[in-house]
């Protein structure tokens, strides 16, 4: 299977979900994250970019005529 930018996308935004959780999960037990909220904003905006990256990049199908 050949990487495209979908699959990186995908790939991306699994992991900057999966990043976000486990700093959201070590802030409500009560661990103190120095950089929490620079981290989920960073999380944030690399899911919104993979998000436009997979929607620009999947390929569509034509219409039926």
């Not at 299977?1 to 996308?9: A, E, F, I, Y």
């Not at 991306?12 to 994250?33: C, E, F, N, Q, R």
């Amino acid at each position: 299977m050949d990487w495209d930018l979908t699959s990186v996308g995908l790939v991306l935004i699994g992991s900057s979900i999966t990043a976000a959780g486990t700093i959201i999960a070590a802030l409500l037990m009560g661990i103190t994250v120095t950089l929490a909220p620079f981290l989920l904003l960073t999380t944030a905006v690399l899911i919104v970019m993979s998000a436009v990256l997979i929607v620009y990049k999947t390929p569509r199908s034509p219409p039926p005529i």
